[in-house]
């Protein structure tokens, strides 16, 4: 490898996926152990307030490495503000958004990375998130991983994700 594609690929690393860092609450700071709720939990840390880990399935080869080398949920994806962000190592690949407003309340989509279909409610939003499958029946980027999490978690998950921040 040249000594500027090794530059290169250490830029895209450090830029795309933040080095590693910056993965714990956004109310408590980076590698802070305080969550508010469970669905802050599993956002960030992809175990449930039980301490077991939620496992996912499908999602491509290239994420499951990704997630499996940051060992955290939603988080190593959609960004500690849930803003959306590149992917490592697919850095064309941008994560949506996950903030209330790009989820729950945007009449188009195309901006925010969401593509074409309308809004998110609670039932598609348990379909994107354990099937892959977005409002207008249409399946999500094989990046997404599909989420294996029983019905409290992922209910509080949804409840975490419609939660407005300063930002939103």
Not at 23 to 51: D, K, M, Q, W
Not at 77 to 87: F, N
Not at 103 to 110: A, K, P, R
């Amino acid at each position: 490898m040249t000594k500027k594609a090794l530059v290169l690929m250490t830029f895209l690393f450090l830029t795309s996926c933040n080095g590693g860092f910056d993965h714990g609450p956004a109310t408590g700071g980076t590698g802070s152990l305080a969550y508010v709720s469970n669905g802050e939990r599993i956002y960030f840390t992809g175990s449930s307030i039980s301490g077991s880990a939620i496992s996912a399935s499908g999602g491509n080869g290239h994420m499951n490495f990704h997630m499996r080398m940051h060992g955290t949920g939603c988080v190593s994806c959609h960004g500690a503000e849930r803003e959306g962000k590149r992917l490592w190592p697919q850095f064309w690949i941008k994560a949506p958004a996950l903030t209330a407003k790009a989820l729950f309340e945007s009449v188009t989509h195309d901006e925010d990375g969401h593509g074409d279909h309308g809004s998110y409610d609670n039932e598609s939003l348990r379909r994107a998130i354990t099937l892959g499958i977005d409002p207008s029946g249409e399946q999500l980027d094989d990046a997404m991983p599909r989420w294996n999490m029983n019905p409290t978690d992922l209910n509080d998950l949804i409840a975490y994700l419609k939660q407005t921040h300063n930002h939103d």
